[in-house]
């Protein structure tokens, strides 16, 4: 799964919202030329946690771990947000799963702590009370706790030296995407299958927020 054909299928899901809904507003304010609004807000939050020109990554970083919202991705439990890299495979999707795990603290942050005072926090602020945004971030990280993070994994078993012994790998994700395709309900579960079966879903904190019931569940489904 490139992530040119994520952000495809992000930006389809986007307009069809915008359309059934008028009210909706056009892009995010700080979007790439091709890109989604939910990329857009993915990579900019990810300024707020790495970048000291925003002002407020100390605070930010420690009202969070306050409040105990520290996801224990690849076994860093120090990790509140990884580092924005838009060329990198699975960065998109563990960072969604982080922006959805972290979505409700950040607006109180913001509300309550360090009222937004520049463009991006304002931006961010704003977008992370979208649903559709919301809903995507979800989706998206979901991905990468069935596909895109084990795959990371198979890629370092030493029994995968060779291209080719990832073909089998290939071939079983194939067909579970293509069941998912169809019939993405179990990806909601607790007991959420992994695109391949020699691998475990990590099932942390994140994955918990991620396969939570929400009154968007059909629609993260679609």
């Known amino acids: 799964m490139h992530w040119r054909r994520t952000e495809k299928s992000i930006r389809d899901f986007e307009k069809r919202q915008a359309t059934n ?17 939910t990329q857009a807000l993915v990579r900019t939050t990810s300024k707020l946690f790495h970048d000291t020109k925003y002002n407020c990554v100390q605070e930010l ?24 890299v838009g060329n990198r495979f699975h960065i998109y999707f563990l960072s969604s799963g982080c922006l959805y795990y972290n979505s409700k603290s950040i607006i109180n942050f913001f509300n309550d702590v360090f009222p937004p005072k520049n463009a991006v926090p304002t ?3 704003n977008s992370l009370q979208l649903e559709d945004l919301t ?35 290939f071939k079983e ?15 909601l579960q607790q007991d ?21 019931s929400t009154a968007f569940d059909e629609t993260v489904s679609c």
């Not at 809904?21 to 609004?37: A, I, M, T, V």
């Not at 520290?70 to 924005?84: A, C, G, I, T, W």
């Not at 994700?173 to 990806?187: G, H, Q």
């Open 21 to 37: 809904d008028k009210k909706k507003k056009g892009n995010y304010p700080f979007q790439h030329r091709g890109e989604s609004s």
């Open 61 to 84: 970083t420690t009202c969070l771990r306050s409040l105990g919202a520290v996801p224990q991705e690849h076994d860093n439990k120090s990790v509140l947000y990884h580092r924005f």
């Open 123 to 125: 931006a961010v602020y």
């Open 135 to 169: 809903i995507a971030c979800q989706a998206l990280g979901i991905i990468g706790k069935v596909l895109t993070g084990p795959w990371m994994k198979l890629l370092g078993m030493k029994e995968n030296r060779c291209i080719l012994d990832l073909n089998q790998h």
């Open 173 to 187: 994700a194939y067909d579970n995407v293509t069941a998912w395709s169809v019939d993405s309900s179990p990806l």
């Open 192 to 212: 959420a299958p992994c695109a391949f079966s020699s691998v475990k879903v990590k099932k942390d904190s994140v994955f918990d927020s991620l396969v939570e």
